[in-house]
């Protein structure tokens, strides 16, 4: 297969191919040089995903949007911790200072975002009921924070962290190209899996046992919460099976383990929104 | 380029052993793959007719991206395999575990990047890891933040160059799990440590970001081969 005149022929009948493989491809054209369009194609990973992409995708470069999707998760994620840490006797002494920690950054994210966004910026009030969210997810979970259930507010801490990671690695091609924004974007994304390593090491040193990764899908002990970790068991990257690759170091192939955990996995807007609606997210 | 390719024509005289990589960048240049990763020999001919100073450079675009992800991946596989071989005194089995996953999540990376770059892939870089003491704990622990911490920054600072977003998925799934990495063994040297401000600032909670041509410094110090990233911003 030739990929080379395989691009060619595809440019013949649709000249804004490269645009589509691209949208920003213009905006950036100084920053990545000359040879961008067949960089992109010179590489063994799956075409048929790109194509897909190329042609499928209708919302990127929707900055605000990709932008007010992020800040109704920081609202939610920073009323869940600034709750947490205004019930007496849920956090323990010593886990305190993390959990103030990270409800610091979920704040400043979401003053972050709206200085962004400016007047663009969904309101906070048109979150749940008047801005007051449903912290049993519609009588699904327990109500921790009434009855100082640490352990399950710990549960939902972890799927928060890694469902916001999820969500904002599948936002990113939707501001591809944009340097401000994917960059900022990813310096919250990489936030976000600083919190779900520490928040897992709490609960493994606790008694149960996710690592600082995530191995298979839903490694969290909770069946409920199956769905943010769909798909979290992928081993093929990119056109690449891992299960067929060699461990130099061990000369065996790659535990299932080790591959699941080595990669991230993102989700969509329309997977992330499902799974977080029920707290009262809009 | 001219220069570059000049030297190379030279060298190639004197190097059977180069023939490969010259028949790999006259290849890539009939495929007008201007912008992927070249080996390029910035060496000067000595008197003994060994090649020294040999830069390479990860190229541009996507495959320029890839190739520096790639070559920041080698040093991290090469290093935790090092602690995983040799544990620090009093390593317990809980730590050593945790080592060999964030080792095997290393070499994934770096033999994903290497199988997915195929004929564009840069060389194998060579290591030396002779600054850090590996008996003791809190050596390998600081070096292991420090790279993970620089991992983090690396990718955060390049990932906007990329214009393939299926490429720039595959960057933001390695990149979280380099953050994970980050936190554990932070959390290991200090607790809470984890997103602490010395990586994330205080004012808006974003994680670092680093362009190659602060990331190179950092690493060139574990390197023996030298790594160039010239064409990327």
Redesign the interface.
């Known amino acids: 297969m030739n990929i080379?005149s395989i691009i060619e022929e595809l440019e013949k009948v649709d000249p804004e191919l490269n645009e589509r493989?691209?949208p920003?491809?213009e905006a950036?054209k100084n920053?990545?040089?000359?040879?961008?369009k067949?960089?992109?194609a010179?590489?063994?990973?799956?075409l048929g995903?790109?194509f897909n992409?190329a042609y499928g995708?209708t919302t990127?470069g929707d900055v605000n949007g990709t932008l007010n999707f992020a800040l109704k998760l920081e609202y939610l994620e920073a009323a869940f911790y600034n709750t947490a840490i205004a019930t007496t006797g849920l956090i323990p002494a010593a886990d305190l200072?993390?959990f103030q920690?990270?409800a610091?950054?979920?704040n400043?994210?979401v003053?972050?975002l709206k200085s962004v966004l400016g007047s663009a910026a969904v309101v906070q009030t048109t979150q749940g009921t008047n801005g007051t969210y449903d912290w049993t997810a519609g009588g699904t979970l327990p109500n921790y924070f009434a009855t100082k259930d640490y352990a399950t507010f710990l549960i939902v801490a972890n799927a928060f962290e890694d469902t916001g990671?999820r969500a904002?690695?599948g936002q990113?091609?939707n501001i591809?190209?944009?340097?401000v924004v994917?960059?900022?974007a990813?310096?919250?994304?990489?936030?976000?899996?600083?919190?779900?390593?520490?928040i897992r090491?709490i609960r493994r040193a606790s008694g149960t046992s996710p690592?600082?990764?995530i191995t298979g899908a839903n490694d969290t002990g909770f069946a409920g919460i199956a769905a943010n970790y769909a798909g979290e068991d992928n081993t093929n990257?990119?056109?690449?099976d891992?299960t067929t690759?060699?461990?130099?170091?061990t000369g065996a192939k790659?535990?299932t383990n080790?591959?699941t955990?080595?990669?991230?996995?993102?989700l969509t807007y329309a997977q992330v929104l499902p799974l977080v609606t029920p707290f009262g997210v809009k | 380029m001219e220069t570059l390719e000049k030297k190379d024509e030279q060298l190639i005289e004197d190097q059977g052993a180069l023939n490969a990589k010259m028949q790999r960048r006259s290849f890539l240049r009939f495929?007008?793959?201007?912008?992927?990763a070249v080996g390029v020999l910035a060496a000067c001919k000595k008197h003994d007719d060994t090649v020294t100073n040999s830069t390479i450079d990860v190229?541009?675009?996507?495959?320029?991206v890839?190739n520096y992800a790639y070559a920041l991946e080698q040093l991290e596989a090469a290093f935790y395999?090092k602690v995983?071989a040799s544990p620090y005194s009093g390593m317990t089995a809980a730590e050593l575990s945790?080592f060999t996953?964030i080792?095997?999540?290393e070499?994934?990376?770096r033999?994903?990047l290497k199988?997915?770059?195929?004929t564009?892939a840069i060389p194998a870089l060579g290591v030396n890891f002779s600054s850090i003491d590996f008996t003791s704990k809190a050596a390998v622990l600081a070096a292991a933040k420090g790279f993970e911490d620089t991992g983090?920054s690396a990718?955060?600072?390049v990932?906007?160059?990329?214009?393939?977003?299926?490429?720039?998925?595959?960057a933001?799934?390695?990149?979280?799990?380099?953050?994970?990495?980050?936190?554990?063994i932070r959390?290991m040297i200090t607790a809470?440590s984890?997103?602490?401000s010395t990586?994330?600032d205080?004012?808006?909670?974003?994680?670092?970001?680093r362009k190659p041509s602060e990331v190179l410094p950092i690493v060139a110090v574990y390197l023996t081969t030298s790594i160039s990233a010239s064409?990327l911003?």
Request: net charge negative; no cysteine; glycine share 8%.
């Open positions: 080379f493989f691209s920003r491809r950036i920053l990545t040089g000359y040879g961008s067949i960089a992109m010179a590489l063994p990973f799956a995903s790109l992409k995708q990127v200072p993390a920690l990270i610091s950054h979920e400043a994210h003053s972050f990671v904002y690695k990113a091609p591809i190209g944009n340097q994917l960059t900022a990813l310096n919250i994304h990489s936030v976000e899996a600083r919190h779900a390593a520490h090491g690592k600082a990764w990257q990119g056109g690449v891992l690759l060699i461990n130099p170091v790659f535990t080790a591959i955990e080595a990669f991230d996995e993102p | 495929a007008g793959a201007g912008a992927a190229g541009s675009g996507d495959i320029g890839l395999i995983v945790a996953d080792r095997d999540h070499v994934l990376h033999e994903f199988a997915a770059l195929g564009s983090v990718y955060n600072g990932a906007y160059v990329m214009t393939n977003p299926t490429y720039l998925t595959l933001g799934k390695i990149v979280s799990v380099e953050a994970r990495h980050a936190a554990f959390d809470n984890f997103a602490d990586v994330v205080t004012t808006n909670a974003l994680d670092k970001s064409k911003p």
